[in-house]
Structures are given as structure tokens and as C-alpha cells.
């Protein structure tokens, strides 16, 4: 299954069968390399809250595995950000950008393969986003981060959807390799991407956009 460009789509994480936030973003490519998207400052995006309003990053994780939760929509309330999917990668690679949008940093979220649907008036991709993630800067200088945040969840395994934790700091290592080499992406593709004329942002999420997850 590939989507067409320009298309929008929502990117969603998934968390042990919950949907844990989701963006509204536009197709820039999706070839054998991967899927490229593009989520626009102000674009439509939802995430899951407490009853009491406040996110996961808000509380200690053994007070969010215990609570009830709800989803609330709202912006991207952060610069525009290019993400791309490497095909069948445990991993996904964000452009992030400066408050004056040119670019600042690869960003390696470490995650699941996504999964992806198409019901036809709407399509998205699902994955599991494993909280550990590395930082790269421009001049292929990396750091790892959220390995505190990744470290406390892991003691609750009943609850937490990281299964393999070496499995995951492995991929981090790996995509590491490639960028202290410089290999693609870290060469400098798409540092510059500028999105095609006529790519507004969407007024709200789509219809749909919190169908029961894939994963």
C-alpha cells in the first residue's frame, strides 16, 4: 500500500491498543526508501490526557498506567517538521526546524515498524512509539534522549509497551553508525525542503481520525 503525494493522512502512536496521539500531515513521497510526511505549523493534532487534563510527560508513570483517559484535540504548537518512515525500520528520522523555519536537528524516534490503512475517505500509518529517541545535530554530533522517562517505565512491564529494550537501543546504535558516517539521511537530504505551493494547513482532524488502531 502506497499514498499518493499530497495526500493527508494521519500519523498516529499507539499505546498497548489506545491511540496516544495523532497529526494530521501531508504526503511528501512514499517510494521503496519509505514515507516522507509533512505536519505544518498549526496542523490539526489530538493527544490522550488524563480526566484531570494533563499529559503523560505531566505525571510519574505509575499515576498514568493507574487513570482513566480521554483524547483532546488541539494545534502543532511547534515548528513545521518533515518526518520520514524508512520502509520495514524500527525507526523514524524528523527534520526539526528553528522558530525561524530553517532546519536545527534530525530527530530519531525510536518506534515500531508502522502499520498501515486505507478505508478509502481516509488513510493513516500506526505505530508504537518506544519513547527512547537520539538527537542529531548538523554537525553529525548525537545525544541520546528521554532515557530517564524510558528507564521508569520499563519497571512496569505489566503496563508499559516496550517488550525488548536492548532491541531498541540496538536500533538507536544502528541509526547512530549512519549518522556519525553521514549516510543517508543525515547528508543533507531534505535539510532544505520547502512544501509545494497550495499546501495549507487542514482546519480540523479528519473524519475517522480516531478509528480503532491497526497495531
Same mark, same amino acid.
Given at each position: 500500500?502506497?499514498?499518493?503525494?499530497g495526500?493527508?493522512?494521519?500519523?498516529?502512536?499507539?499505546?498497548r491498543?489506545r491511540?496516544?496521539?495523532v497529526?494530521?500531515?501531508?504526503?511528501?513521497?512514499?517510494?521503496d526508501r519509505?514515507?516522507?510526511?509533512w505536519?505544518?505549523?498549526?496542523?490539526p493534532?489530538?493527544?490522550?490526557?488524563?480526566?484531570?487534563?494533563?499529559?503523560?510527560?505531566?505525571?510519574?508513570?505509575?499515576?498514568w498506567?493507574s487513570s482513566?483517559?480521554?483524547?483532546?484535540?488541539?494545534?502543532?504548537?511547534?515548528?513545521?517538521?518533515?518526518k520520514?518512515?524508512?520502509?520495514?525500520a524500527?525507526?523514524?528520522?524528523w527534520?526539526?526546524? &528553528? @522558530?525561524?523555519?530553517?532546519?536545527?536537528?534530525?530527530?530519531?524516534? *525510536?518506534?515500531?515498524? %508502522?502499520?498501515?490503512?486505507? +478505508? =478509502? $475517505?481516509l488513510?493513516?500509518?500506526d505505530?508504537?512509539?518506544?519513547?527512547?529517541d537520539?538527537?542529531?545535530?548538523p554537525?553529525?554530533?548525537?545525544e541520546?534522549?528521554?532515557?530517564?522517562?524510558f528507564?521508569?517505565?520499563?519497571?512496569?512491564?505489566?503496563?508499559?509497551?516496550?517488550?525488548?529494550? &536492548? @532491541?531498541?537501543?540496538?536500533?538507536?546504535?544502528?541509526?547512530?553508525? *549512519?549518522?556519525e558516517? %553521514?549516510?543517508?539521511?543525515f +547528508? =543533507? $537530504?531534505?535539510?532544505?525542503?520547502?512544501?509545494?505551493p497550495?499546501?495549507g494547513?487542514?482546519?480540523?482532524?479528519?473524519?475517522?481520525?480516531?478509528?480503532?488502531p491497526?497495531?
Open positions: 500500500m502506497r499514498f499518493e503525494p495526500r493527508l493522512i494521519v500519523h498516529r502512536n499507539v499505546r491498543g491511540i496516544g496521539w497529526r494530521t500531515a501531508r504526503v511528501v513521497s512514499d517510494d519509505g514515507l516522507l510526511l505536519v505544518p505549523r498549526d496542523s493534532v489530538a493527544s490522550e490526557v488524563t480526566e484531570a487534563g494533563l499529559g503523560m510527560r505531566a505525571v510519574p508513570f505509575s499515576e498506567v482513566s483517559y480521554r483524547l483532546v484535540t488541539g494545534r502543532w504548537d511547534g515548528p513545521s517538521v518533515l520520514f518512515l524508512p520502509t520495514g524500527a525507526h523514524s528520522v527534520w526539526f526546524r &528553528d @522558530a525561524h523555519d530553517r532546519f536545527a536537528t534530525w530527530y530519531v524516534n *525510536l518506534e515500531e515498524p %508502522g502499520v498501515r490503512w486505507d +478505508d =478509502g $475517505t488513510a493513516g500509518v505505530m508504537v512509539d518506544q519513547d527512547l537520539v538527537v542529531v545535530r554537525d553529525l554530533g548525537w541520546w534522549k528521554d532515557e530517564e522517562e528507564v521508569e517505565r520499563l519497571a512496569f512491564p505489566d503496563h508499559y509497551w516496550v517488550a525488548d529494550p &536492548d @532491541a531498541v537501543r540496538a536500533e538507536g546504535k544502528r541509526v547512530i553508525a *549512519l549518522a558516517s %553521514g549516510e543517508f539521511p +547528508d =543533507g $537530504t531534505w535539510c532544505d525542503f520547502t512544501p509545494p497550495g499546501w494547513v487542514a482546519d480540523a482532524l479528519p473524519p475517522g481520525w480516531d478509528r480503532p491497526v497495531r
